[in-house]
């Protein structure tokens, strides 16, 4: 979730994942993935920069929660598996 101030002055905390676009119109104008659009004070670029952020501070938090558990080398191996099946088959031969 990341903190915004809609046109009105009034502070909203929005979910990052619904956000499909984001335009800079002169206003930045954030177009969710239900289709609604809300317009709010902060850049695009500062936008951007929280939702990076935001994400960021997840993906440590997970990483924080691997390395406690001992999972932190299990999950770096499946990291490095071609799920997608997109690899050869020596590739998934491990050759």
Same mark, same amino acid.
């Given at each position: 979730?990341i903190?915004?101030?809609?046109? /009105?002055?009034? @502070?909203?905390?929005? /979910?990052?994942d619904?956000?499909?676009?984001?335009?800079?119109?002169?206003?930045?104008?954030?177009?969710?993935? /239900?289709?609604?659009?809300?317009?709010?004070?902060?850049?695009?670029?500062? %936008? %951007?920069?929280?939702?990076?952020?935001? #994400?960021?501070?997840?993906?440590?938090?997970?990483? #924080?929660?691997?390395?406690?558990?001992?999972?932190?080398? #299990?999950?770096? *191996?499946?990291?490095?598996?071609?799920? @997608?099946?997109?690899?050869?088959?020596?590739? *998934?031969?491990?050759?």
């Amino acid at each position: 979730m990341i903190e915004l101030t809609r046109l /009105n002055g009034k @502070a909203m905390v929005l /979910n990052s994942d619904l956000i499909k676009t984001a335009e800079a119109s002169p206003d930045t104008m954030l177009t969710l993935i /239900n289709g609604e659009k809300l317009i709010v004070r902060e850049e695009l670029a500062e %936008v %951007v920069r929280r939702v990076l952020l935001y #994400r960021a501070q997840l993906l440590a938090g997970v990483a #924080r929660r691997l390395e406690e558990s001992g999972e932190m080398p #299990r999950a770096a *191996a499946l990291s490095s598996l071609d799920l @997608a099946g997109s690899g050869t088959e020596q590739d *998934a031969q491990g050759i």
